[in-house]
């Protein structure tokens, strides 16, 4: 009997083991294990060598040319000295692997350990850190372009919400609520300032899960797998909105690391009056995005706690209370 078609699988982390023993010459007691398992997964890899990690992209995810320019930026930043995970070459010095797996092939690649371990609560002087070490990234990637996603209003506003759409009844009130933000979004994207904004290439998902702190706080940034293009101050703003949902609004420590955070990328480079006006509401806007990221993936992720009452939970606990604190429903207040 011909095995029965599947849309997603969990590979064998021994035999991947084996495989990795023989692409990279790693030595006979290489372990490999499961440690996460999600929108792409990720192996440890334990050696006498030291760790690694090796991410096995979901299939049909991220095309061969898009992981290969993902390549292309982290080889950049590795050589600009910037704290990342960086790719592994094999024996052929090939960097991306093809996995024959159930469901089609699957790609893969190897990455470098990050020393430390995330951390959610950190201190103002670690956020100073990460401060740096995004502006540093963004340095680089200033007025830079990868063959990958253009983070355009449309993409992170309108698509998203045609995802959420499929999940989400229409005329609920959450619902009228996300079509309502959705449009006052789109006007503060049309009438801001574009002169102003640095463009570039953008990680979109810097937060305490893509960084590994260690005791002396070096920090190290991980996961590109949603870099792309875009307005440099989506990824401050992503980063703002992280904290904000890690720390107590209210409480002055919140305030005093969200400034110390600012402080550290701007001793590295200036963050224009523009950008700094418009980190709410880029804030919101990629609420929208990353949830219309866990309704692209149902199927194969996110089925196992995404239905109505979450979203409206997601959308009235966070989104909403989000776009109310900054009063982002009243366009006079965030437009010129």
Same mark, same amino acid.
């Given at each position: 009997?011909?095995?029965?078609?599947?849309?997603?699988?969990?590979?064998s982390?021994?035999?991947?083991?084996?495989?990795?023993?023989?692409?990279?010459?790693?030595?006979?007691?290489?372990?490999?294990?499961? #440690?996460?398992?999600?929108?792409?997964?990720t192996?440890?890899?334990?050696?006498?060598?030291?760790?690694?990690?090796?991410?096995?992209? *979901? $299939?049909?995810?991220?095309?061969?040319?898009?992981?290969?320019?993902?390549?292309?930026?982290?080889?950049?930043?590795?050589?600009n000295?910037?704290?990342i995970?960086?790719?592994?070459?094999?024996?052929?010095?090939?960097?991306?692997?093809?996995?024959?797996?159930?469901?089609? @092939?699957?790609?893969?690649?190897? $990455?470098?350990?990050? *020393?430390?371990?995330?951390?959610?609560?950190?201190s103002?002087?670690?956020?100073?850190?990460?401060?740096?070490?995004?502006?540093?990234?963004?340095?680089?990637?200033?007025?830079?372009?990868?063959?990958?996603?253009d983070?355009?209003?449309e993409? #992170? !506003?309108?698509?998203?919400?045609?995802?959420?759409?499929? $999940?989400?009844?229409?005329?609920?009130?959450?619902?009228?609520?996300?079509?309502?933000?959705? *449009?006052?979004?789109?006007?503060?994207f049309?009438?801001?300032?574009?002169?102003?904004?640095?463009r570039?290439?953008?990680?979109l998902?810097?937060?305490f899960?893509?960084l590994?702190?260690?005791? @002396?706080?070096?920090?190290?940034?991980?996961?590109?797998?949603?870099?792309?293009?875009?307005?440099?101050? !989506?990824?401050?703003? /992503?980063?703002?909105?992280?904290?904000?949902?890690?720390?107590?609004?209210?409480?002055?420590?919140?305030?005093?690391?969200?400034?110390?955070? #600012?402080?550290?990328?701007e001793?590295?480079?200036?963050?224009?009056?523009?950008?700094?006006?418009?980190?709410?509401?880029?804030g919101? *806007?990629?609420?929208?995005?990353?949830?219309?990221?866990?309704?692209?993936? /149902? @199927?194969n992720?996110?089925?196992? $706690?995404?239905?109505?009452? /979450?979203?409206?939970?997601?959308?009235?606990?966070?989104?909403?209370?989000?776009?109310?604190?900054?009063?982002?429903?009243? #366009?006079?207040m965030?437009?010129?």
């Amino acid at each position: 009997m011909a095995h029965f078609p599947v849309t997603n699988s969990n590979l064998s982390a021994a035999h991947l083991g084996l495989f990795l023993q023989e692409k990279y010459a790693l030595d006979k007691d290489a372990k490999c294990q499961l #440690i996460k398992a999600g929108i792409n997964d990720t192996y440890l890899v334990t050696t006498h060598a030291g760790k690694f990690v090796f991410r096995v992209y *979901s $299939f049909n995810w991220r095309t061969k040319a898009e992981i290969e320019e993902e390549i292309r930026l982290l080889n950049q930043l590795k050589q600009n000295g910037v704290s990342i995970s960086y790719p592994i070459p094999d024996r052929e010095n090939k960097y991306i692997q093809t996995l024959n797996a159930p469901e089609g @092939d699957r790609f893969a690649v190897l $990455f470098t350990f990050a *020393s430390g371990e995330k951390l959610h609560q950190v201190s103002e002087e670690t956020h100073f850190q990460v401060g740096q070490l995004m502006a540093q990234f963004h340095k680089i990637s200033h007025n830079q372009t990868l063959n990958r996603t253009d983070y355009t209003p449309e993409a #992170i !506003l309108v698509d998203s919400l045609k995802k959420v759409s499929c $999940f989400l009844s229409d005329g609920s009130e959450e619902m009228d609520f996300m079509k309502s933000a959705q *449009s006052r979004l789109l006007e503060v994207f049309r009438q801001a300032d574009s002169s102003r904004i640095r463009r570039g290439i953008v990680h979109l998902d810097i937060w305490f899960d893509n960084l590994n702190i260690t005791p @002396d706080n070096k920090v190290t940034l991980f996961d590109f797998d949603f870099c792309g293009n875009g307005w440099l101050c !989506l990824d401050i703003a /992503y980063y703002i909105l992280q904290l904000h949902n890690l720390e107590k609004y209210e409480a002055k420590e919140y305030q005093a690391k969200i400034e110390s955070f #600012i402080k550290g990328y701007e001793s590295v480079t200036a963050i224009s009056p523009e950008e700094k006006r418009l980190i709410p509401m880029l804030g919101v *806007s990629l609420y929208f995005f990353y949830l219309g990221v866990q309704c692209q993936r /149902y @199927d194969n992720w996110s089925n196992s $706690f995404l239905n109505e009452n /979450y979203l409206k939970r997601f959308i009235n606990g966070l989104i909403k209370k989000y776009y109310d604190l900054y009063g982002l429903g009243d #366009i006079k207040m965030v437009v010129h």
